[in-house]
């Protein structure tokens, strides 16, 4: 009996141990490791830069009035090519604008101004002077629209665009070298591109893009010149068509927003 009586104490002794334990085991607090810190970059805020790179264009000149026959220089209608030539040379400039972000879609507006000197020119089939053109620089104001995945932004870009144009006709003949005529001009057109930039720190981004600008047909007057080229008129009316093509690269420096900081379980 004794012994029932001792083996019943130490069973209920025993059960009153491992209720305590498990109630201890209960109450001691569960620490877990923080969840990971993951940055999102952002693409709103301000910015400003430089870039670099290359223009190819076309320029068109055709004569806007009827030149008539001079000695051994044929007649010329109005309307009739003058000369055409291909102008290429490099570029390089600045640029700024503002971006805003919602979800992956990336808003903005950018102005840019280059600095170029592409030039080029040809011999004029029909009299003895070489037709030339420069490009000194370009500029545009444009709307972005983009898609960013985190830090890879692909854009397209469009709106208006100036350009500034020097021109002149050089003797070829007896006299090489001497300036018959010059013009000059600011005209005004329309670009539309397509790029991928990407941001390498929070405040530093890279860029390549192509543009294309059109600038249809204007015209210029060119003198003073004399009557080999213009006849009676101390000026000539010339039409000139251009159409540019830029493939340029730069770096950006942002302001604004830094990323901000979510935490992922």
Avoid at 21 to 40: C, E, G, I, Q
Avoid at 205 to 224: A, L, S
Wanted: glycine share 16%; aromatic share 14%.
């Amino acid at each position: 009996m004794k012994k029932l009586l001792l083996a019943g104490t130490a069973l209920a002794a025993l059960a009153v141990g491992s209720a305590n334990a498990a109630d201890l085991a209960r109450s001691v607090p569960v620490y877990r490791a923080p969840p990971p810190v993951v940055t999102y970059f952002t693409w709103t805020g301000c910015y400003v830069g430089g870039n670099g790179g290359g223009l190819w264009a076309r320029k068109d000149w055709s004569n806007d009035v009827a030149i008539p026959a001079l000695g051994a220089f044929p007649a010329v209608p109005a309307g009739a090519s003058f000369s055409s030539h291909d102008v290429n040379g490099g570029l390089g400039g600045i640029q700024g604008g503002c971006n805003y972000q919602v979800s992956n879609w990336v808003f903005g507006i950018q102005g840019d101004y280059d600095w170029s000197g592409a030039s080029g020119s040809n011999n004029n089939v029909l009299f003895p002077f070489v037709a030339q053109s420069n490009i000194r620089s370009l500029a545009s104001v444009t709307g972005r629209v983009g898609y960013a995945w985190d830090r890879f932004l692909l854009y397209a870009k469009g709106g208006g665009a100036w350009a500034r144009d020097e021109y002149s006709m050089t003797a070829n003949g007896l006299i090489p070298g001497f300036t018959i005529a010059t013009a000059s001009e600011t005209r005004g057109g329309w670009t539309v591109g397509i790029g991928g930039e990407y941001a390498f720190l929070d405040w530093l981004t890279g860029f390549v893009e192509y543009d294309y600008y059109g600038f249809g047909t204007k015209q210029n007057t060119f003198g003073p010149c004399g009557v080999l080229v213009c006849g009676a008129a101390a000026t000539l009316p010339v039409d000139v068509k251009e159409n540019i093509n830029v493939f340029k690269a730069g770096l950006n420096f942002k302001f604004g927003p830094t990323a901000p900081l979510v935490g992922k379980y």
